[in-house]
């Protein structure tokens, strides 16, 4: 008898954002469709219905008793190197039998990035009676969700250093909606210091939401108080053939054991400067407080747990 390959379990991160909940639903049913070989679920860590425990029982009631589960997440912060696994471990608690493996966040695959130069192109195009913009003209402001975690945030200029790599922008900085420096208006200050006048902003999110909203907003206003700066917003990542193949590569590693987290920079493994007194001690549960509605929870982000790979 053949054994059956273990389940996909999708983790989020969720927002009070309907459109951007729905989104990561609708991609949770994509993937479903696209593998029926797979029992496939999703949920949230907190903000947005189902939360991730709904999503466990829902596959323990189709008879699942293995799965692999990925964070449905660009960088590796509290959510996806703390609060995932300790939902998961209590999980396991919950429903006694059950094993899983675990896999790593999207991180600046080259699939995402080409995904986000098609949406640089999209806001360079002759859209709306404009002209398009020459690469070479234009300095990418790539915005990510910041995070109180330094390896986090080095993600994302990481991702932007890969952006600018053989693209031909004049150049790509990076700056953060909340809880890291530079904001959006600090960026684009600097974008125009470093000589540009012509600016991309292109947030680093998968789908729709609050924070994605008010980088557009950032972005507007200070566009408005510098008309001498040509200023045009790009689209979310969203939910392309690109991400649903990079999830199921990232499910393969999983099951297979494949996995290659980054360690060398973690917080909680190496003494960072002013972040020392963070080695090897337990990880609070993580919240976001500029995501509208942080202070909901689903329960189980009351506990301290210990990080884990």
């Not at 494949?258 to 973690?266: E, H, K």
Request: glycine share 10%.
């Amino acid at each position: 008898m053949t054994t059956p390959p273990p389940a996909l379990l999708i983790a989020g991160h969720g927002t009070r954002d309907d459109a951007g909940a729905e989104a990561f639903r609708d991609f949770v049913r994509e993937l479903g469709a696209r593998h029926p070989e797979l029992p496939v679920a999703g949920g949230f860590i907190e903000l947005s219905p189902p939360p991730l425990t709904d999503a466990v029982a829902e596959l323990v009631q189709r008879g699942v008793r293995r799965f692999a589960a990925v964070p449905l997440m660009l960088v590796s912060a509290g959510h996806a190197k703390g609060d995932i696994p300790a939902a998961l471990s209590r999980e396991k608690e919950r429903h006694p039998g059950i094993s899983y493996t675990y896999g790593r966040p999207l991180g600046p695959h080259p699939a995402l990035l080409n995904v986000l130069e098609r949406r640089l192109d999209e806001a360079l195009g002759a859209t709306g009676g404009r002209t398009p913009l020459d690469r070479a003209d234009v300095t990418v402001l790539l915005v990510g969700r910041g995070s109180t975690d330094p390896d986090a945030n080095a993600e994302v200029y990481k991702a932007a250093r890969l952006l600018w790599e053989g693209r031909g922008y004049g150049g790509v900085e990076t700056a953060f909606v909340s809880l890291a420096a530079p904001d959006v208006p600090s960026g684009l200050e600097r974008c125009v210091a470093l000589g540009a006048r012509r600016i991309v902003v292109l947030p680093y999110f998968l789908f729709t939401g609050i924070l994605p909203d008010r980088v557009r907003q950032q972005t507007e206003g200070w566009a408005a108080a510098h008309p001498e700066v040509e200023v045009r917003s790009a689209d979310v990542i969203g939910p392309e053939p690109e991400l649903l193949d990079l999830v199921m590569e990232r499910y393969e590693e999983a099951v297979k054991g494949d996995l290659r987290m980054n360690c060398d920079s973690c917080v909680y493994r190496i003494a960072l400067p002013g972040f020392e007194d963070k080695v090897g001690l337990p990880q609070q549960p993580h919240f976001h407080p500029d995501d509208d509605g942080h202070h909901h929870h689903h329960g189980h982000h009351h506990d301290t747990h210990t990080h884990a790979h």
